[in-house]
């Protein structure tokens, strides 16, 4: 079945750091992807997404590329701040379903 | 500013208890969705509905059911509360077209049961 595998946490930066969280899939077809961010005590928020390959989806100065030939979609930010914060989760979206696949979550910590 | 609401943030059972978790959106979404969230699981899908009235199993549906009476409500019942439910629950609806859209999510219910 489609899965998604996102790479362990947590990861630890100093603010004004680069940023990346591995972010690989499996699926039948062509799925949409997404990236949600949560932070403490509150729901998911949808960060970016990209419905087809070679799409770039950019929020906030996040940036994934649907990358089909390798089945990734890392997320990217070229200088944190400490309100980045957060657990981030990378998902899946099959080709005509709804539901979405969910990996476990990455936990960023950025200090001042 | 559309919204998906859970009735509670926080909620503290007895164990034999039955919980109702409420969730209600206002986008006029088809689907909506019900997790729950633990360290180091993930999300895990409980109960998903298509439509009023439908209701599909998810992954873990054991030891709970849910209620879709009118399309912007979406209840989750535990019928009998125990310890090893206690957990952050998470509700979520997305339109029913084909999934590019993704989900909208509550703010989450942290139930503990005691």
């Known amino acids: 079945g489609d899965s998604v595998t996102q790479m362990e946490g947590p990861v630890t930066l100093s603010e004004e750091a680069f940023l990346t969280i591995n972010c690989t899939y499996t699926?039948?077809?062509?799925?949409?992807l997404f990236w949600y961010v949560q932070y403490p005590g509150e729901g998911l928020q949808l960060l970016l997404k990209?419905?087809?390959?070679?799409d770039k989806g950019s929020n906030k100065g996040f940036e994934a590329t649907y990358r089909k030939e390798t089945t990734s979609f890392h997320l990217e930010k070229g200088s944190v701040q400490v309100s980045d914060s957060a657990v981030y989760f990378c998902?899946?979206?099959?080709?005509?379903?709804?539901?979405?696949?969910f990996g476990t979550g990455t936990r960023l910590l950025v200090s001042p | 500013d559309v919204k998906v609401t859970q009735s509670s943030r926080y909620l503290v059972k007895r164990t034999g208890e039955k919980v109702f978790l409420e969730c209600v959106q206002d986008?006029?979404?088809?689907?909506m969705f019900w997790y729950r969230q633990d360290p180091g699981l993930g999300l895990r899908l409980i109960y998903f509905?298509?439509?009023?009235?439908?209701?599909e199993k998810g992954d873990i549906p054991e030891g709970y059911s849910v209620s879709r009476e009118k399309k912007e409500r979406f209840s989750l019942i535990l019928e009998s509360a125990s310890t090893s439910q206690t957990s952050m629950y998470l509700c979520?609806?997305?339109?029913?077209?084909?999934?590019?859209?993704?989900?909208?999510f509550g703010s989450g219910t942290r139930l503990t049961v005691v």
């Open positions: 979520a609806s997305s339109p029913a077209q084909e999934g590019t859209h993704g989900y909208t």
């Open positions: 699926a039948t077809g062509y799925p949409s």
């Open positions: 990209a419905t087809k390959a070679d």
């Open positions: 998902a899946l979206s099959s080709t005509g379903f709804q539901k979405l696949v």
């Open positions: 986008m006029d979404h088809e689907n």
């Open positions: 509905s298509y439509d009023v009235k439908m209701k």
